[in-house]
């Protein structure tokens, strides 16, 4: 019944068939440089709708700014993206954010913190509407029991989930998620992945999820987008072909797992490269912004049992 | 929770010192030091007698006006500065120096030289001596504001003035609060002083026909109004103002 009219309320078209129309989300050639400092150094990949896509790299290899140029709060050195055809300055109602902390009002509740997004937005909203809809989303983050809590009397997890229903009661059709669970502890962030899938299943948006741990995005992606150490590039764009829910433990995750461990530890490697990123200078020095296990199984966690 | 110890030390000091003045008020001359009874009843009429309470109202007034005027100029100078990179220099090291540096008494005299004896001049007094306190705590507020909070509601408007009203100056508003508190008691503190020189009317005009007429009795009960303001002003406006501010953090 809630997932009910939280899908009719973001839109007839939010499952398009995959590889249907053209790209929503088109990044090219797109570079940064700041205090002489070039941090990307020419970015390109694209997006589908309805498309779950992980940003996976390095500490400090600039994915924040990455998703600070797509979200058009900052601009470009060079190049350029495209949201649905258009610069993002204009298309800004076209995505909604959910960062590394959750970054809510202490002064609000948690159903106040989600009416946010939505009166900053547009105020046109009238404050029924504004607290029928936090109230909904807060129920699709099965958070209705803490719609009168004021954030600092939230778990990490229950704080993480109110930014996240604070960023789908927009209904932006773009999700851009920045290392959101990577503060949490293990189960609370194996917990709220699942919790975003089903979220993503029902809603049909569109996100672009950063992190720098290779097992959150086997567990989550259709696509992978492996970033480079600075100046930063896109080394290589692997699609994930495994059913979900994913257990990170799935022999079939294990090529793509050895394939990318090997570009983020920046082993030279030969086989398999299909961008020829490995041969470049700068993107073979071992060690900085390592994933965290040397196993590469991040957490060390099994997500496969529901 | 205070505990009863330290209830009975409180209030046995203020006890003591009551009788400590009783005591003592017998043995001088009244004009030295009148008999605490005496003031009380000259206070009480200070706020009563419709005579004597247009003093009491005008002073108080003023004191409302000038903390309201140093607010707003404050407030506006603040933003300036905090919207325009430009004028932070100005405004923190040029204005707010000069204002905390220039003397209380240097204010009084150029106001009756520029104002005359008028309520304008006394506000004015009040409210440049008000004015660096409020630009001092409001840019602590400014720089202590959580630029991850102001990039949050940037991501979702790019109205700059929605994300002033619903995200900035909510964490402005504990500090803008410490600024009009800590300015009630200093307003009221040089109110007088400003009177004495600027005007006919209020309790800063009274004490100096009491000091005149050496009448001791009135000028300790304009103190004790002036005591009794601040102190229940604080206790029983302010304060349960800022606690239900700030419910949210003990919640
Ligand atoms: N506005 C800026 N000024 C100076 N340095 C910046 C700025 N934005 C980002 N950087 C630098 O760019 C690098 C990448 O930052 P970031 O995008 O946060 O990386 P990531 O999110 O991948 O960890 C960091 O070293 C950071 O210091
Ligand atoms: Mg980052």
Same mark, same amino acid.
């Given at each position: 019944?809630p997932?009910?009219?939280?899908?009719a309320?973001?839109?007839?078209d939010r *499952?398009?068939?995959?590889?249907?129309?053209?790209?929503?989300?088109?990044v090219s050639?797109?570079g940064f440089?700041?205090g002489?400092?070039?941090?990307?150094?020419g970015?390109?990949?694209?997006?589908?709708?309805?498309e779950?896509?992980?940003?996976?790299g390095?500490s400090?290899?600039?994915k924040?700014t990455?998703?600070r140029l797509i979200?058009g709060?900052?601009?470009?050195? *060079?190049?350029?993206?495209r949201?649905?055809?258009?610069?993002?300055? #204009?298309?800004?109602r076209q995505?909604?954010?959910?960062?590394?902390s959750?970054?809510?009002c202490?002064?609000r509740?948690?159903a106040q913190?989600v009416?946010l997004?939505l009166?900053?937005?547009?105020?046109?909203?009238p404050?029924?509407?504004?607290?029928?809809?936090?109230?909904e989303?807060?129920r699709?983050?099965?958070l209705?029991? #803490?719609?009168?809590?004021?954030?600092a009397?939230?778990?990490?997890?229950?704080a993480? *989930?109110?930014?996240?229903?604070?960023?789908?009661?927009?209904?932006s059709?773009?999700?851009?998620?920045d290392?959101?669970?990577?503060?949490?502890d293990?189960?609370?962030? #194996?917990?709220?992945?699942?919790a975003?899938l089903?979220?993503?299943k029902?809603?049909?948006r569109?996100?672009?999820?950063v992190t720098?741990d290779?097992?959150e995005?086997?567990?989550?992606?259709d *696509?992978i987008?492996v970033?480079s150490?600075?100046?930063? #590039?896109?080394?290589?764009?692997?699609t994930?072909?495994?059913?979900?829910?994913?257990?990170?433990a799935?022999?079939?995750?294990?090529?793509i797992?050895?394939?990318l461990?090997a570009d983020?530890t920046?082993?030279r490697?030969a086989a398999?490269?299909?961008?020829?990123?490995?041969?470049?200078?700068?993107?073979?020095?071992a060690?900085?912004?390592?994933?965290?296990a040397p196993?590469?199984?991040?957490d060390?966690e099994?997500d496969?049992q529901? | 929770?205070?505990s009863?110890?330290?209830?009975?030390?409180?209030? $046995?000091?203020l006890i003591a010192g009551?009788?400590?003045?009783?005591?003592?008020s017998?043995?001088?001359?009244a004009?030295?030091?009148?008999?605490?009874l005496?003031?009380?009843?000259?206070a009480?009429d200070?706020?009563?007698?419709?005579?004597l309470?247009v003093?009491?109202?005008?002073?108080?007034l003023?004191v409302v006006t000038?903390l309201?005027?140093?607010m707003?100029a404050?407030?506006?100078l603040?933003?300036a500065?905090?919207?325009v990179?430009a004028?932070?220099?100005?405004?923190?090291e040029r204005?707010t120096?000069?204002?905390?540096?220039?003397?209380t008494?240097g204010?009084?005299?150029?106001?009756v030289?520029?104002?005359?004896?008028t309520?304008?001049?006394?506000i004015?007094?009040?409210?440049?001596?008000?004015?660096?306190?409020?630009?001092?705590?409001?840019?602590?507020g400014v720089s202590?504001?959580d630029?991850?909070?102001?990039?949050?509601?940037?991501?979702?408007t790019? $109205?700059?003035v929605r994300v002033l009203?619903k995200?900035?100056?909510?964490?402005?508003l504990p500090y803008?609060f410490?600024a009009?508190?800590?300015s009630?008691?200093?307003?009221?503190?040089?109110?007088?002083?400003?009177?004495?020189?600027?005007?006919?009317?209020g309790?800063?005009y009274?004490?100096?026909?009491?000091?005149?007429?050496?009448?001791?009795?009135?000028l300790?009960?304009?103190?004790l109004?002036v005591?009794?303001?601040?102190?229940?002003?604080d206790?029983?406006?302010?304060a349960?103002?800022q606690?239900?501010l700030?419910?949210?953090?003990?919640?």
């Amino acid at each position: 019944m809630p997932s009910g009219s939280v899908q009719a309320a973001a839109g007839p078209d939010r *499952r398009p068939s995959p590889g249907g129309d053209r790209p929503l989300l088109v990044v090219s050639g797109l570079g940064f440089t700041v205090g002489g400092e070039t941090i990307l150094a020419g970015i390109d990949f694209s997006v589908d709708a309805g498309e779950f896509v992980c940003v996976l790299g390095p500490s400090g290899c600039g994915k924040t700014t990455l998703l600070r140029l797509i979200g058009g709060l900052l601009r470009p050195s *060079r190049g350029e993206v495209r949201i649905a055809g258009a610069d993002p300055a #204009r298309q800004w109602r076209q995505v909604a954010y959910v960062f590394q902390s959750a970054r809510l009002c202490g002064w609000r509740t948690a159903a106040q913190n989600v009416a946010l997004g939505l009166e900053l937005r547009d105020p046109s909203v009238p404050r029924a509407e504004r607290l029928r809809r936090a109230e909904e989303y807060l129920r699709l983050v099965q958070l209705e029991d #803490r719609r009168d809590r004021y954030p600092a009397t939230l778990s990490g997890g229950e704080a993480q *989930r109110v930014a996240l229903a604070r960023a789908l009661a927009v209904e932006s059709p773009i999700l851009l998620m920045d290392e959101p669970f990577a503060n949490l502890d293990v189960r609370t962030r #194996r917990h709220l992945r699942r919790a975003l899938l089903d979220v993503w299943k029902i809603t049909g948006r569109t996100i672009l999820f950063v992190t720098h741990d290779l097992d959150e995005a086997l567990i989550l992606a259709d *696509r992978i987008i492996v970033l480079s150490d600075r100046p930063t #590039r896109v080394r290589r764009v692997v699609t994930v072909d495994v059913p979900r829910p994913r257990d990170p433990a799935d022999p079939a995750l294990e090529p793509i797992r050895s394939l990318l461990l090997a570009d983020l530890t920046g082993g030279r490697r030969a086989a398999g490269d299909e961008d020829g990123a490995a041969g470049e200078p700068g993107l073979t020095g071992a060690a900085p912004g390592l994933p965290a296990a040397p196993a590469g199984r991040g957490d060390g966690e099994r997500d496969g049992q529901p | 929770m205070r505990s009863l110890k330290q209830r009975l030390i409180t209030e $046995s000091a203020l006890i003591a010192g009551l009788a400590a003045w009783f005591l003592m008020s017998g043995r001088v001359p009244a004009y030295v030091l009148p008999d605490p009874l005496a003031v009380a009843g000259a206070a009480w009429d200070l706020l009563t007698d419709p005579a004597l309470a247009v003093h009491t109202l005008a002073s108080a007034l003023r004191v409302v006006t000038a903390l309201a005027a140093a607010m707003a100029a404050g407030t506006v100078l603040v933003l300036a500065a905090y919207y325009v990179p430009a004028l932070r220099g100005l405004v923190n090291e040029r204005l707010t120096p000069f204002f905390n540096a220039f003397p209380t008494l240097g204010w009084a005299i150029l106001a009756v030289l520029w104002f005359g004896i008028t309520d304008t001049g006394v506000i004015f007094v009040q409210a440049a001596i008000l004015l660096p306190f409020v630009l001092i705590t409001l840019w602590e507020g400014v720089s202590n504001l959580d630029a991850e909070m102001v990039e949050m509601a940037r991501s979702f408007t790019r $109205s700059e003035v929605r994300v002033l009203g619903k995200v900035i100056a909510p964490m402005l508003l504990p500090y803008a609060f410490a600024a009009v508190r800590m300015s009630y008691g200093v307003s009221w503190k040089i109110a007088l002083i400003a009177e004495i020189f600027g005007t006919n009317r209020g309790l800063g005009y009274l004490m100096t026909l009491a000091r005149s007429n050496f009448d001791s009795r009135m000028l300790f009960a304009a103190v004790l109004v002036v005591i009794v303001l601040v102190f229940a002003g604080d206790r029983f406006v302010f304060a349960p103002i800022q606690r239900r501010l700030t419910a949210w953090r003990a919640a």
